[in-house]
């Protein structure tokens, strides 16, 4: 059974905020100290999201996203990007925050997880040829993945029910205003094509495209 009951979560801030970050931390320490990961395994995981409205750097934050750590028995996370947590192998990712904001509110599963992939492809290709350039989000690089079965399996249990990481994230997630009148896919992934001139330029800036 889940270690986290879905109907106990509530919405603790838009994606990327500090409030969230550290409500997604907080439920990963809980799932994986209630798994037993073994003493000895050092992993880390970090999400960093680039160019985050204004309002979400207030206070003196410095960096958009949230951490957990796995080392020497303990398990620890929070809101922030820190050194230490980089410095693990695990998983490490950096996005810009336009780019994964709104879908990241969607529930899934596996499949569901495949046609939201699906559904980005078909954005980026169609900024791409937008802005006239390959890769204009520079995304792709990045360390290798790392993502053991001891840290896996705990924080996925249950993501075909609705349930699993990804899906408590969700759950806390308050909508983004950026997005409110976009149209977007049935997995909410922004829909580039539908949008009008002035909604492309807009969303172009959001990412931080330079045009």
Excluded at 54 to 73: C, E, F, P, S, T
Excluded at 142 to 147: A, Q, V, Y
Aim: with cysteine; hydrophobic share 40%; net charge negative.
């Amino acid at each position: 059974m889940p270690v986290i009951d879905m109907s106990t979560l509530k919405k603790e801030g838009e994606f990327g905020s500090r409030e969230w970050g550290a409500a997604c931390a907080a439920a990963s320490v809980k799932i994986l100290e209630a798994a037993g990961v073994p003493a000895d395994m050092q992993w880390a995981f970090t999400e960093h999201y680039t160019h985050a409205p204004d309002r979400l750097m207030q206070g003196g934050r410095k960096k958009a996203g949230y951490y957990i750590i796995v080392k020497d028995g303990k398990i620890s996370g929070d809101d922030g990007i820190p050194d230490e947590a980089l410095a693990i192998p695990g998983f490490h990712i950096t996005a810009r925050w336009a780019a994964i904001c709104n879908q990241s509110g969607a529930f899934y599963g596996t499949e569901g997880g495949k046609r939201r992939t699906a559904d980005e492809a078909v954005m980026y290709e169609a900024i791409e040829k937008y802005v006239g350039r390959p890769n204009p989000l520079g995304r792709g690089g990045g360390p290798k993945i790392i993502w053991p079965p001891e840290i896996g399996g705990p924080l996925m249990e249950g993501h075909e029910e609705g349930n699993g990481l990804h899906n408590i994230a969700a759950a806390m997630q308050m909508p983004s205003p950026e997005f409110a009148d976009l149209p977007v896919t049935e997995m909410l992934v922004p829909d580039f094509e539908a949008m009008t001139e002035a909604q492309k330029m807009a969303f172009i800036k959001l990412l931080g495209i330079e045009m």
